[in-house]
């Protein structure tokens, strides 16, 4: 499988090194050059297969001869032996025809653990392979940060640098980030937002002698790693459900769109999906570009949904790319107007490509609360506010195909805005027992990219390695 960049001037990749490059050297975010088919009989078997198995059959087009299937196997099966629950990624069904995906069993309890574990095994397989070690930057609004420190804590390969925004994280998130120990990781706090702390880390990438100094590589879901890894829950859970007799729709919690394209790139792959549902919270920067074809940012409001606070959508640019059947000189252009005045238009043409596909939805705080406090009375069933926002804006579009709302992350990641609306103290689970009394260990730093670069540069231990890659 070859990968080519959104914006048609990078080179094209194999998977190995489009999973090293994180981000395209034009600027742009890498696609598969064309989407695997899995048949209808291959669906139909999913039903009742083991989670980890069900990853490898999806994934493994995706990597083709850059990994072998036996190691490929294996890191499957270690990334998903670190949920606890059987079955990864189960379904709840909260009423009649609507079910949550829960994929926040792993060891963060947020649904980027499904791609990170999974990610930090590859790219130190790779990275081994190469002989050579990798500088990892991330920027986070929460979850991101915490599941890859957690994920590249035992990396033999890599240094990691995860910023996120001061005082705009909950502080079960920021201790996920600031505990682990690890001498290769870097908790660094910065002063702005998570659309300050992705813009640093795209300017490094985009920093063309430092990328290479540093041998940078990301995490953030600009990686095709994390987009690929994310897709197989939507085979799993409209399999489960009757796929691919039974249509089913999705309502996806979005911010950065990553978890959503995962989704769409499913339906591309053969995956019977009736619509796909993006739900914001007050940071509605998608359900207004659906609305008017207008991509305009406005500033971000803090919520009690702080993962979603983001008025970048880094992933919607590889839709402009699918929708605009891959023209990379038009995403290039409105990438470029995006970046002198803040917006761009997208042509009817795409508009319509992408209102044939998806809906759009808000939910704001004291709605979200209502959700979390309505769910409980009714079904016993604890939302965290992400999901509300999600199960929110799904309950308005219930029709008569199965609607799953992704459940993306664990109430007790967020015990002040479930107090708030429930009265209740969602308790940890036990692994994470003593989390809030651990040390933390983290650094701050103004928002400024040759404060971030030198303290990167002073720090990891890849300097120099970038050209041997
Ligand atoms: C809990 C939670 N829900 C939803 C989202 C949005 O997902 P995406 O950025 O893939 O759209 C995030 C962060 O990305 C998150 O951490
Ligand atoms: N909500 C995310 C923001 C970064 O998203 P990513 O999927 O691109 O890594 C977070 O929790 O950090």
């Known amino acids: 499988m070859k990968y080519v960049s959104s914006r048609g001037e990078a080179p094209v990749l194999g998977f190995a090194d489009t999973l090293l490059a994180g981000l395209a050297n034009d600027g742009g975010l890498y696609v598969p050059e064309t989407w695997p088919q899995i048949s209808a009989d291959t669906i139909r078997g999913f039903a009742g297969r083991p989670y980890a198995e069900v990853a490898f059959d999806i994934l493994l087009p995706f990597v083709g001869e850059d990994i072998a299937p036996n190691d490929l196997k294996r890191m499957v099966d270690e990334a998903y032996a670190t949920f606890p629950h059987p079955a990864v990624a189960p379904l709840v069904q909260l009423g009649p025809s609507h079910f949550v995906l829960e994929l926040f069993h792993g060891p963060t309890l947020a649904f980027k653990d499904v791609a990170m574990q999974l990610i930090a095994r590859l790219m130190d397989h790779v990275l081994a392979q190469r002989g050579r070690r990798a500088t990892i930057v991330g920027a986070t609004s929460g979850d991101t940060g915490g599941a890859a420190i957690a994920a590249f804590a035992a990396s033999q390969r890599t240094d990691m640098f995860i910023l996120f925004p001061h005082g705009r994280v909950s502080p079960v998130q920021q201790r996920q980030m600031t505990t682990s120990g690890a001498d290769n990781v ?112 406005t500033g971000v409001h803090a ?151 030198s303290y990167i540069l002073a720090r990891t231990r890849a300097v120099d390695q970038g050209a041997e890659a």
Not at 208 to 237: D, H, P
Not at 251 to 260: K, L, S
Not at 261 to 285: H, S, W
Not at 355 to 382: P, S, V
Request: overall charge negative; hydrophobic content about 45%.
């Open 186 to 297: 870097h908790a660094v706090a910065v002063d702005g937002t998570f659309d300050d702390c992705q813009a640093l880390v795209k300017a490094m990438f985009n920093h063309a002698s430092f990328r290479e100094k540093a041998a940078l590589s990301g995490v953030n879901s600009i990686n095709w790693g994390r987009i690929m890894a994310q897709i197989v829950y939507y085979f799993t859970a409209a399999a489960s459900l009757g796929a691919p007799e039974r249509a089913v729709s999705f309502t996806v919690p979005t911010g950065n769109f990553g978890d959503i394209f995962a989704g769409y790139a499913a339906k591309r792959m053969g995956l019977p999906v009736e619509r796909l549902v993006i739900a914001t919270n007050e940071n509605d920067i998608l359900v207004r570009t659906l609305d008017r074809g207008r991509y305009e940012t």
């Open 303 to 453: 919520t009690t949904s702080p993962s979603m606070d983001i008025q970048v959508s880094s992933n919607f640019e590889r839709l402009i790319f699918e929708a605009s059947g891959r023209d990379g000189d038009m995403v290039r252009g409105l990438m470029q107007q995006l970046a002198q005045s803040g917006s761009f238009t997208l042509p009817e043409a795409v508009l319509a490509a992408i209102r044939a596909e998806f809906d759009a939805g808000a939910t704001d705080q004291a709605a979200t609360a209502d959700i979390i406090r309505r769910t409980l009375t009714g079904t016993a069933y604890l939302l965290d506010p992400h999901t509300a926002v999600g199960v929110g804006v799904a309950e308005s579009r219930l029709g008569r195909e199965a609607m799953i709302t992704l459940g993306t992350a664990h109430p007790a990641k967020f015990p002040d805005a479930i107090e708030k609306a429930v009265q209740i103290t969602p308790a940890l689970p036990p692994s994470h027992g003593d989390l809030m009394q651990k040390r933390e260990t983290m650094d701050r730093l103004p928002n400024e990219i040759g404060a971030v670069e």
